[in-house]
């Protein structure tokens, strides 16, 4: 025999139970749509250069991490191959579409021919007018073709490790603030790689 309250029991458990699997349905949406929106902003293919062979491996932290603002880049250029790393602050929907927008426009500035640090400046200033509140770590390296010089310019990001020939390691610690804080970023620094040398971002 059902009382009153047991029926009110149970069409609150029901109630319960239809908000929870409408929460995950669209958790799971948001998460494939996000993802996929990712994975659409990373570039399809690698460049072949005779200055330089380039390797990438993207591997989300986990499964609830998976979606965000990781980004590479990598692109050749009249004065070399820019190569570029870069996290835009967050886990959601909103930070893989502003890694987006400064992805494309990484690519923009590296084919206009702008040095390592202008096309952070440039990225900062385009951050603070259209995303304000977003920050991005990026870290930019320009392979010269003409030489045997790598420029650095590290926006916040992890440094980079170089190995050379040798088998001799060091990082480049050398960085400026943070994209989307609107502050000046300082020169790329200039660093001499002999050939066969190795660079991990």
Not at 129 to 143: E, K, M, N, Q, R
């Amino acid at each position: 025999v059902t009382t009153l309250d047991d029926e009110q029991l149970l069409t609150q458990l029901t109630q319960a139970s239809a908000l929870a699997l409408e929460a995950l349905r669209s958790y799971s949406e948001e998460h494939a749509l996000a993802l996929t929106l990712q994975r659409s902003f990373l570039p399809e293919r690698l460049p072949e250069t005779a200055r330089a062979d380039l390797a990438v491996r993207y591997l989300p932290a986990s499964e609830r991490t998976e979606i965000g603002g990781d980004f590479y880049e990598a692109i050749s250029t009249a004065d070399g191959l820019v190569v570029a790393v870069g996290d835009v602050a967050g886990h959601s929907l909103d930070a893989a579409m502003v890694m987006g927008q400064v992805r494309h426009a990484l690519r923009a500035y590296a084919v206009e021919g702008h040095a390592p640090e202008a096309i952070l400046d440039r990225l900062d200033h385009l951050i603070t007018s259209v995303a304000p509140g977003a920050t991005v770590t990026l870290c930019v390296l320009l392979i010269e073709f003409d030489t045997h010089v790598v420029q650095v310019a590290n926006a916040g990001h992890l440094p980079p490790l170089l190995r050379s020939p040798d088998g001799t390691t060091r990082y480049v610690r050398e960085h400026g603030p943070l994209l989307g804080l609107g502050l000046p970023h300082p020169p790329a620094r200039r660093v001499t790689m002999a050939p066969g040398s190795l660079v991990v971002l």
